[in-house]
């Protein structure tokens, strides 16, 4: 699903997970998702050979106002696995 450059900042800077004595670890977290990814709309696509860009506009709540948030998310192809994500979506 994640490039292999985003999967180890998911990890290393986003998560925090960290290893030790051959262990991997990771401090506790909790998320909140207001994002109402059903009602997501595409509103533009950029291809330019191994990378996608993808323009989204997705309502999000926050408190009782619910607010259209416009994202780009990147994709890139990889040999091996075929499109991967390459952007942090949250």
């Known amino acids: 699903m994640y490039s292999s450059q985003l999967s180890e900042k998911i990890y290393t800077d986003t998560l925090e997970f960290y290893s030790e004595n051959g262990y991997v670890y ?17 509103k533009r696509i950029n291809n330019k050979g191994d990378v996608a860009v993808v323009i989204v506009e997705v309502p999000e709540e926050i408190g009782e106002e619910c607010i ?15 499109w991967k994500l390459n952007s942090l979506i949250y």
């Not at 990771?26 to 595409?42: H, L, M, R, S, V």
């Open 26 to 42: 990771q401090p506790n977290f909790e998320f909140i998702y207001t994002k109402d990814w059903n009602k997501a709309n595409i």
């Open 68 to 82: 259209q948030c416009i994202l780009s998310i990147e994709f890139i192809y990889e040999k091996a696995d075929g």
